[in-house]
Structures are given as structure tokens and as C-alpha cells.
């Protein structure tokens, strides 16, 4: 997709994947493929949704996934890195991210065409169970100027609360990168409602597939990854 915005262009892939739980190799495969052929068509931008090395597994009681959090140098970042380094592209990666011994975080980290991380934001707002396994954010909405684009970055449920678009709206942001684990179907038209809120661009990457819980209630992740403009 192409944005275009003042004199700036920028051309943008969303990554939609089914994560299957625990399996990191796999997931990280799935999505180094993906960003191949995202780059290969042009991409300078792409977005991954939401737990996208780990699958979704706050609905789950093994406590042992404790284990799936890395720090930010960890086998999916590092992944990350060498593609955008590769393809000289910006991406956006969410991850279980672990901080020092105790500290557990769902972290969106913006890295640049050199394969550095150049902005981090964790998620604010946590999503029923998901309290069970993060610390809730401690880092501020923030903007993330990238030359073409100054990009904001808000985590799946902050879409919930208006205050986050108007924040980095507010902030200066030219679009809003949303990477996401949507189960509910009013959540794209939440968004639709932000941009008129904001007069804003915001991309959303999202994820398909079924994951069973143990309430016996699985959980159907709807896709409909969008981009929508102001």
C-alpha cells in the first residue's frame, strides 16, 4: 500500500500470520518468508502483528511460558534486525519482551534500515488475562521520526482508548503503527472512528487463526488487517 501525506511517499506491508504457541523457529520462518517477499515487492515499511513469535497464550494456566519472553536482543529481534539490515527497510515487531529477571513486557520496538531499534513502546493497556503475564507498560506513546514519516506506535487494545491515538496525534505523528491480536469484530471500525478522530493514517496488522483456552471458550482472531487514512 502507498501512503502519501505532504511531499512524503511511503510504501507499507502489513504481515497477517497464524503464530502457533511456544513455537518460536516456526514462527520466526513464517515471518522471515514473509518480509522476503514484502521487500522483494518494494515494501519500505512492515508491520507484524501482535505476538507474532510466540502465538497467543495468555489463555493459558502452564506457567512455564514464562519462558517465551527474550530480551530485546533475543532470537526474534535479532531476526528482525538482520532482515531490515538486509533489505534496508523499517519494521515494526511486537514481542514478549523480558527485562532483567522479573519484569515482563508486550514491547513493539520500531527498528531502522541499519537493523538498529530506534524507538520501543510497551503496551499500556493489557487485555483481560493478559495481567496474569505483563507488567504494564512504563514507557510513554511515543513518536519515532524515520526521515519519510514520523510514526507513532500504539499495542492491540490501545485502540480502545481514545486518549492513545489523540496522544501521538497530538504528538506529531503521520501515522500510527498497530500491531494487533483482535478478536473483536468492532475493533476495525474502532479504528476507522480514530483517524476521523485524529485526521490521522493508521495501519493495522493483525493475525488470523484459532487458539483454544482454558475456559473452553477459543479465541478466533479475525484478520482484516487494514490500512485507513484520515
Not at 151 to 166: K, L, Q
Not at 211 to 224: A, K
Amino acid at each position: 500500500c502507498f501512503l502519501n501525506w505532504e511531499s512524503n511517499e511511503m510504501r507499507l506491508a502489513l504481515i497477517q500470520m497464524d503464530s502457533k504457541v511456544g513455537e518460536i523457529d516456526r514462527n520466526v520462518d513464517t515471518a522471515m518468508g514473509m518480509i522476503d517477499q514484502a521487500a522483494s515487492d518494494g515494501a519500505s515499511m512492515i508491520l507484524l502483528p501482535e505476538y507474532w513469535s510466540t502465538g497467543f497464550f495468555p489463555g493459558l494456566r502452564d506457567y512455564k511460558l514464562y519462558d517465551l519472553a527474550a530480551p530485546d536482543d533475543g532470537p526474534a529481534m535479532s531476526a528482525i534486525k538482520t532482515k531490515a539490515h538486509e533489505h534496508r527497510i523499517h519494521i515494526v515487531s511486537t514481542i514478549y519482551e523480558r527485562e532483567g529477571s522479573d519484569l515482563y513486557y508486550d514491547t513493539a520496538m520500531l527498528v531502522n534500515d541499519e537493523g538498529r531499534i530506534i524507538g520501543k513502546y510497551r503496551k499500556t493497556h493489557l487485555f483481560d488475562t493478559e495481567k496474569n503475564y505483563f507488567d504494564r507498560g512504563d514507557l510513554p506513546l511515543s513518536v519515532f521520526d524515520i526521515g519519510s514519516a514520523r510514526i507513532g506506535v500504539m499495542i492491540c487494545f490501545d485502540w480502545r482508548f481514545p486518549e492513545s491515538a489523540r496522544t501521538l496525534s497530538l504528538a506529531g505523528a503521520d501515522l500510527i503503527a498497530h500491531p494487533s491480536n483482535l478478536v473483536l469484530p468492532h475493533c476495525p471500525q474502532a479504528i476507522i472512528t480514530r483517524c476521523l478522530e485524529n485526521r490521522i493514517f493508521v495501519i493495522t496488522a493483525n493475525r488470523v487463526g484459532i487458539e483454544e483456552r482454558i475456559s473452553g471458550n477459543p479465541l478466533h482472531f479475525i484478520g482484516q488487517s487494514q490500512v485507513v487514512d484520515p
